[in-house]
């Protein structure tokens, strides 16, 4: 169940306490975590929108920072090798993972891959195959209107198919 606005879906995470805030909390919902370092000027510019992209989620994703000067070991387990990296957890393992700064339609889009929308969660809720087959034709009809050059739509219809197959 996601959690409110007012409980932290952002946090500093160390080697202390990765195992409980990562790994275990990813059993639950994603979490994706930004390996930074404060002197790296793509991690300020990509750590913002992070942020701002998780938070916008309403608790359907986590974010845990760390912060790989302080966190040495932690960063040579998971193999970090340039920063900003980003890597995603579910059920206690990497799912995706990205290096480097992206704009914040970009990291959008990594984190449509982590949760799923509102049209897969319908389809993956409904078992009876009519209303699964009136689902897909609404979405057909609004991908169809939304024309074959819009990108959302594009990755939207990949996503659909993918959850109606």
Same mark, same amino acid.
Not at 75 to 90: D, E, S, T
Not at 111 to 116: A, I, K, R, T, W
């Given at each position: 169940?996601?959690?409110? #606005?007012?409980?932290?879906?952002?946090?500093?995470?160390?080697?202390?306490?990765?195992?409980?805030?990562?790994?275990?909390?990813? #059993?639950?919902?994603?979490?994706?975590?930004?390996?930074?370092?404060?002197?790296?000027?793509?991690? &300020?510019?990509? =750590?913002?929108?992070?942020?701002?992209?998780?938070?916008?989620?309403?608790? @359907?994703?986590?974010?845990?920072?760390?912060?790989?000067?302080?966190?040495?070991?932690?960063?040579?387990?998971?193999?970090? &090798?340039?920063? /900003? @990296?980003?890597?995603?957890?579910?059920?206690?393992?990497?799912?995706?993972?990205?290096?480097?700064?992206?704009?914040?339609?970009?990291?959008?889009?990594?984190?449509?891959?982590?949760?799923?929308?509102?049209?897969?969660?319908?389809?993956?809720?409904?078992?009876?195959?009519?209303?699964?087959?009136?689902?897909?034709?609404?979405?057909?009809?609004?991908?169809?209107?939304? =024309?074959?050059?819009? /990108?959302?739509?594009?990755?939207?219809? &990949?996503?659909?198919?993918?959850?109606?197959?």
């Amino acid at each position: 169940m996601p959690r409110s #606005r007012a409980e932290p879906m952002i946090a500093d995470v160390s080697e202390v306490d990765f195992e409980a805030r990562v790994i275990a909390r990813s #059993r639950e919902l994603p979490v994706v975590v930004d390996f930074w370092a404060e002197w790296c000027g793509p991690c &300020r510019t990509l =750590g913002p929108a992070l942020e701002s992209a998780v938070s916008d989620r309403g608790g @359907a994703v986590e974010l845990a920072k760390v912060d790989v000067d302080s966190n040495q070991q932690l960063a040579a387990r998971y193999g970090i &090798r340039g920063i /900003p @990296a980003v890597k995603a957890f579910r059920d206690g393992e990497v799912v995706e993972e990205f290096v480097g700064a992206r704009p914040r339609a970009g990291v959008e889009q990594f984190l449509d891959l982590l949760v799923p929308s509102e049209a897969e969660q319908l389809v993956a809720a409904s078992e009876d195959p009519e209303r699964r087959d009136l689902i897909r034709r609404v979405m057909v009809a609004i991908f169809t209107e939304l =024309g074959p050059s819009d /990108p959302l739509a594009s990755e939207h219809r &990949r996503r659909l198919a993918s959850a109606l197959n």
